[in-house]
């Protein structure tokens, strides 16, 4: 699952690389316009009450857009190369 904003910069460069990596996700709206962001749910997967954060399937939790890039493509290597 990846939490963000569907018009967040970050979030936005994170779904450009599941997209091209053909990995799927579920996008988990978090509405900063209402401070979803500042909520205790949100504030466990983010400390720093920002978004994007990636919930992978094996229950690893990442947070901040190019870490997240960096932990995918070295996680499958071999997605998107087809």
Do not use: W
Not at 7 to 29: A, D, H, K
Not at 30 to 47: F, I, S, Y
Not at 48 to 69: C, H, N, Q, W, Y
């Amino acid at each position: 699952m990846l939490y963000g904003m569907a018009m967040s910069t970050c979030t936005r460069r994170v779904r450009c690389v599941l997209e091209e990596m053909g990995l799927p996700y579920e996008l988990v709206l978090v509405d900063l316009g209402k401070g979803g962001h500042k909520q205790p749910a949100h504030l466990a997967l983010q400390p720093f009450g920002k978004v994007p954060v990636l919930e992978d399937t094996d229950g690893t939790k990442i947070f901040e857009s190019r870490a997240i890039m960096r932990y995918l493509l070295k996680k499958y290597p071999t997605e998107g190369n087809g």
